[in-house]
């Protein structure tokens, strides 16, 4: 069935990179996004990949997409303090509604 | 300015009292999403709409209702039958079947 997992915490220093990771079940999903959610506010679309890339670059986010394993990562580079919030990865089945992983609360600490 | 709003920012219900939520957009999309956010927990869809006077049930439709008069406004019913109505609510739009742009929220408390 439809579903997209990730791991549910991640701790990193300041100034470190932060890799998160998601899965997701459907193939024939054309779009791959990743939202950002700060405390007590709604969420900001961050980035998104096309399913026929396998990377994508926006200043210090990288996207890295593996069709094969379907598998999809959000490098931030240069972590800093605003950057600590939930992030969530979310695949479109082209269905009419989008499918959410449960987010992961990332921890940046000075 | 384009974007989404909901309001209130913050809803107090007392048990057994129906409580509406907001939401607008004037980025012209045509499909229209409520979600659900527990904390600690990700998205559950409440109830979605691709065009006007027409929508379908999301995952937790029960207890919850809504509306889709003009393509600009989306509202939802938290009836008396939600059993734990306590939760922060997300409004979402999208042209259809496209990348989804969210509003800042209503938290809804029940005392």
């Given at each position: 069935?439809?579903?997209?997992?990730?791991?549910?915490?991640?701790?990193?220093?300041?100034?470190?990179?932060?890799?998160?990771?998601?899965?997701?079940?459907?193939?024939?999903?054309?779009?791959?996004?990743?939202?950002?959610?700060?405390?007590?506010?709604?969420?900001?679309?961050?980035?998104?990949?096309?399913?026929?890339?396998?990377?994508?670059?926006?200043?210090?986010?990288?996207?890295?997409?593996?069709?094969?394993?379907?598998?999809?990562?959000?490098?931030?580079?240069?972590?800093?303090?605003?950057?600590?919030?939930?992030?969530?990865?979310?695949?479109?089945?082209?269905?009419?509604?989008?499918?959410?992983?449960?987010?992961?609360?990332?921890?940046?600490?000075? | 300015?384009?974007?989404?709003?909901?309001?209130?920012?913050?809803?107090?219900?007392?048990?057994?009292?129906?409580?509406t939520l907001s939401c607008?957009?004037?980025?012209?999309?045509?499909?229209m999403?409520w979600?659900?956010?527990?904390?600690?927990?990700?998205?559950?869809?409440?109830y979605y709409s691709?065009i006007v006077n027409d929508f379908?049930?999301?995952?937790?439709?029960?207890?919850y209702s809504v509306s889709r008069e003009k393509k600009e406004s989306f509202p939802l019913t938290?009836?008396?039958?939600?059993?734990?109505?306590?939760?922060?609510?997300?409004?979402?739009?999208?042209?259809?079947?496209?990348?989804?742009?969210?509003?800042?929220?209503?938290?809804?408390?029940?005392?």
């Amino acid at each position: 069935g439809e579903d997209v997992e990730q791991s549910l915490f991640l701790s990193v220093r300041e100034g470190d990179s932060s890799v998160i990771n998601c899965t997701y079940t459907d193939s024939s999903s054309t779009y791959l996004y990743w939202y950002k959610q700060e405390p007590g506010a709604g969420l900001q679309l961050l980035t998104y990949i096309f399913s026929n890339m396998d990377m994508k670059q926006d200043q210090r986010l990288t996207v890295l997409l593996n069709k094969k394993d379907k598998h999809l990562s959000l490098r931030i580079a240069d972590t800093q303090t605003g950057d600590s919030a939930i992030y969530f990865c979310a695949e479109n089945p082209n269905t009419g509604k989008l499918i959410f992983g449960q987010g992961t609360t990332l921890q940046v600490k000075p | 300015d384009g974007g989404i709003t909901q309001s209130p920012k913050y809803l107090f219900r007392k048990e057994g009292q129906n409580v509406t939520l907001s939401c607008e957009q004037n980025l012209n999309h045509d499909a229209m999403y409520w979600y659900r956010q527990d904390p600690g927990q990700g998205l559950r869809l409440i109830y979605y709409s691709q065009i006007v006077n027409d929508f379908q049930k999301g995952d937790i439709a029960e207890g919850y209702s809504v509306s889709r008069e003009k393509k600009e406004s989306f509202p939802l019913t938290v009836t008396s039958a939600q059993k734990n109505p306590t939760a922060f609510y997300l409004c979402a739009s999208s042209r259809l079947a496209d990348t989804q742009y969210f509003g800042p929220g209503t938290r809804l408390t029940v005392l």
